[in-house]
């Protein structure tokens, strides 16, 4: 029964988190852990892994579309890889109930910045590509690491960053799945040499994954309004974070 629960729930983030472009390990983590499971030796990992699925498949209907700034991606992508599996062996070393507060304070930071733009209008001009690859190595590097640490690739970090360079919306969305993609196998394959993974509930996420970024990916891409998607994103962040800080402290 807590398999199947947990399938539903995932399937459901991976929907809203296809939908923002970030591959939902800020939901993977938590969720994971509360049905039991350990967080640095699965829910961790598993949600790092989860989360590189969703937005990898959510780049099939992005790319369709042509949301995707391919060439813009590229430098963040590749710190982010260098830097995630970093992020993923420092993890091992921070005690859980730090990562669970460092967690959600990242969250609320990513939630309340959201908030505060939802209302604006979209970009009209975009950043030269110079300013932005010398930006996006910093960045991709920062969220790389913490992204490792967390089990959440950082994408929540990388996407506001996009559209303070005058991505669009929807443009700032598909190239963090793209970055997303990239650093959260990374970190993944660093928890991994670990040797710590739950299969049979790696299996059946993958599968929860996979129909819930499709449907998330499609949704954004043809029908999601800007303003929207970013609502829907800072109120489930600021969720998890009070249920984080909750937990944390009934301990």
Same mark, same amino acid.
């Given at each position: ?199 049979? @509930? ?35 962040? @600021?969720?998890?974070?009070?249920? @984080? ?7």
């Amino acid at each position: 029964m807590a398999y199947f629960i947990v399938f539903l729930i995932i399937t459901i983030a991976s929907f809203i988190f296809a939908m923002l472009g970030l591959g939902g390990g800020m939901v993977y983590v938590p969720v994971i852990n509360w049905f039991g499971f350990d967080m640095k030796e699965v829910a961790i990992p598993l949600g790092l892994l989860l989360n590189g699925l969703n937005t990898l498949f959510a780049l099939i209907p992005f790319a369709r579309k042509k949301l995707i700034d391919w060439k813009g991606g590229a430098v963040m992508a590749v710190a982010a890889v260098i830097a995630s599996p970093a992020g993923s062996y420092f993890a091992q070393y921070v005690p859980v109930g730090t990562l669970k507060i460092f967690f959600a304070a990242m969250v609320v930071v990513a939630a309340v910045r959201t908030l505060m733009v939802s209302g604006n209008a979209e970009p009209e001009t975009m950043m030269s590509f110079k300013r932005r690859a010398i930006i996006g190595l910093f960045v991709g590097i920062f969220a790389g690491f913490v992204g490792g640490m967390l089990g959440i690739g950082g994408g929540f970090i990388i996407a506001p960053i996009l559209m303070w360079m005058g991505y669009k919306t929807k443009e700032a969305a598909a190239t963090t799945a793209f970055v997303v993609t990239f650093s959260s196998f990374s970190g993944y394959f660093g928890h991994m040499a670990q040797g710590h993974m739950n299969w049979t @509930l790696t299996i059946i996420l993958i599968v929860s994954v996979i129909i819930g970024s499709q449907f998330g990916a499609r949704y954004l891409s043809s029908k999601a309004k800007s303003k929207q998607v970013k609502i829907i994103y800072a109120v489930v962040l @600021l969720l998890i974070a009070a249920k @984080l800080v909750i937990d944390v402290l009934l301990k």
